[in-house]
């Protein structure tokens, strides 16, 4: 008993023909993309919140850290008076060969601006997620209380329902 068969070619095959569909089956097509809200652009709650430390924020928030650091004990000026060189400025250590700050007191201040700006993305998340929350459970509850007024509509009330 011999038994032959061929493989038919992509012009017979409905899904990769040209027309794209039988007209006898609807075939899943894994292509198109599902039609959901993917067109639509919800804008970011998240729009307001500035994306990056201005050049003032940094320096303002380096000068706090030095001054936290000072009264720390952490951080000492080879000046006599440290409080003339927050004046002065930033940029101009008494001798051009020494550094302003030791590694250890860079990763301190950087520690420091990051555990800031952190707890600030943080809160502004929270707050969002709490509105977002809030707004769901709204809708749960309202979509709740009309099914319940849907269902005793019509129907009269007795002791078994």
């Known amino acids: 008993?011999?038994?032959?068969?061929?493989?038919?070619?992509?012009?017979?095959?409905?899904?990769?023909?040209?027309?794209?569909?039988?007209?006898?089956?609807?075939?899943?097509?894994?292509?198109?993309?599902?039609?959901?809200?993917?067109?639509?652009?919800?804008?970011?709650?998240?729009?307001?919140?500035?994306?990056?430390?201005?050049?003032?924020e940094i320096a303002a928030s380096i000068r706090e850290e030095m001054r936290r650091l000072q009264r720390r004990k952490q951080l000492c000026f080879q000046g006599a008076d440290p409080e003339s060189q927050h004046t002065s400025g930033l940029s101009s250590p008494v001798h051009r060969d020494q550094p302003l700050f030791t590694f250890r007191q860079v990763g301190l201040i950087c520690e420091r601006m990051m555990k800031e700006r952190e707890s600030k993305i943080?809160?502004?998340?929270?707050?969002?997620?709490?509105?977002?929350?809030?707004?769901?459970?709204?809708?749960?509850?309202?979509?709740?209380?009309?099914?319940?007024?849907?269902?005793?509509?019509g129907a009269t009330p007795s002791y078994l329902s």
């Open 122 to 153: 943080r809160e502004e998340y929270d707050h969002v997620l709490s509105t977002k929350l809030a707004e769901q459970y709204d809708t749960f509850v309202k979509f709740t209380y009309d099914q319940i007024q849907k269902r005793f509509e």
């Open 1 to 56: 008993m011999a038994c032959a068969t061929l493989k038919r070619t992509h012009d017979w095959d409905p899904l990769h023909s040209p027309s794209g569909r039988s007209p006898k089956r609807r075939r899943c097509m894994p292509l198109s993309p599902p039609p959901t809200r993917a067109h639509q652009i919800d804008p970011s709650p998240f729009g307001d919140v500035p994306p990056k430390l201005t050049s003032e």
